[in-house]
């Protein structure tokens, strides 16, 4: 079987309706694994609130939220003012999350396209906009096809892989990043184990690439963060595959935290790490990821998470999302453009073209 016949399990990200009168709707990730419930966005503040709280979440997830939130934007816009405001409406919105590149990259994307459609009514406007949201939704699903492609030969020759977080079909509009070769080695017959980093403080590990990796009859063990190195040791990884929300030009990657620490874990025990993510996660205007920005997330997530408390009240508390791991500690990078390895400036810029 060929990736190209492979769908993702769930869907993420919708648009409903025509460009006009259409609607956003997300499946709501903060109820999952016990609820599959949907939100509806009709407003920018909407989109803007989603994307914050997680309820969509994956860098490649939020460009395509986002790219749909900037259609919602535009159908409250007044037509002889359209440019500016879009462009505010696009400011607000990348507000919400700073990590994920992806959010940026198809807010700028969005307004390039609505530059083209100056002089043309609302309704053209509207449609115009949505056509380029659609684009970028179905190309985002092209590319993790494009890296499950590139990424089931190392799959295939492995018994054990660990991953941490979720960059799987849940943080895109297709079969995920880091998930992708999975899919498609799993597509093709062979077996193999992915351990789950659970991934504290807001589980996506447990939560959701346990929960979709089982649905899809991959054989998914779940492990506690802590857990990792024990497992490693024990020989039970062969490699790690993680996904990221940004790429600066030498390689570095910035992904959800605690995958510093498998990268330098995995160097301990001689296993190779890979980072898998589209060419949209790369952003080649910073050159290393120093000056990748850190989302800070709020003290609650890790004092009384799911709503349970356990710190002390009124403890201090630093909560960064994301770390960034040093593209020394990665083996390569496994973009729908091709591998990029051993992972340096040089590399990255010729493979991403
Ligand atoms: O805070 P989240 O859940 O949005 O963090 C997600 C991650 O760190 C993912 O691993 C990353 O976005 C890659 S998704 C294909």
Redesign the pocket.
């Known amino acids: 079987m060929t990736s190209m016949n492979i769908k993702p399990p769930v869907k993420v990200v919708e648009w409903v309706g025509d460009g006009q009168r259409g609607f956003l709707r997300l499946l709501d990730q903060t109820r999952l694994p016990m609820e599959q419930t949907f939100v509806d966005c009709r407003n920018t503040k909407d989109v803007w609130d989603c994307i914050r709280r ?1 309820v969509v ?6 460009g395509v939220a986002a790219a749909y939130g900037m259609v919602v934007a535009a159908q409250a816009i007044d037509d002889k003012d359209f440019g500016p405001a879009l462009t505010d409406a696009g400011e607000y919105l990348k507000t919400s ?1 700073p990590t ?1 590149v992806n959010l940026e990259w198809a807010v700028d994307r969005m307004i390039r396209s609505a530059g083209g459609l100056i002089g043309k009514n609302t309704a053209e406007v509207a449609e115009g906009l949505l056509r380029e949201a659609a684009a970028i939704h179905a190309e985002d699903e092209a590319m993790c096809l494009a890296i499950g492609g590139h990424a089931a030969s190392l799959i295939e020759k492995s018994q054990g892989v660990l991953t ?5 079909a849940l ?2 509009a297709g079969i ?3 998930t992708a070769g999975m899919y498609v080695a799993h597509a093709r017959g062979k077996s193999f184990t992915v351990y789950c980093d659970e991934t504290r403080p ?1 589980l ?1 590990g447990s939560r959701l690439t346990a929960w979709e990796l089982a649905q899809a009859g991959i054989d998914a063990v779940l492990i506690t963060d802590n857990m990792a190195a024990q497992v490693m040791r024990e020989g039970k990884i062969d490699m790690v595959i ?4 940004r790429i600066a030009a030498n390689g570095d990657a910035a ?2 935290i605690g ?1 510093y620490g498998v990268a330098v874990l995995a160097r301990h025990h001689n296993l190779p790490m890979y980072v898998a ?1 589209p060419h949209s ?1 790369f952003d080649l205007s910073i050159k290393t990821g120093a000056d990748i920005p850190i989302e800070l997330r709020g003290a609650e997530e890790i004092t009384e998470g799911f709503g349970k408390r356990t710190a002390p009240r009124n403890i201090r508390t630093y909560s960064p ?2 770390d960034v791991t040093p593209a020394s500690l990665l083996a390569g990078i496994i973009t729908d453009r091709g591998v990029i390895s051993p992972v340096n400036e040089e590399n990255v810029r010729r493979v991403l073209g």
């Open positions: 997680l979440r994956g860098a490649p997830a939020i999350r994920a941490h977080c979720n960059a799987g943080a895109t995920g990043t880091a807001l996506q993680v996904g990221a929300d992904n959800k995958t993510a996660t999302a994301f």
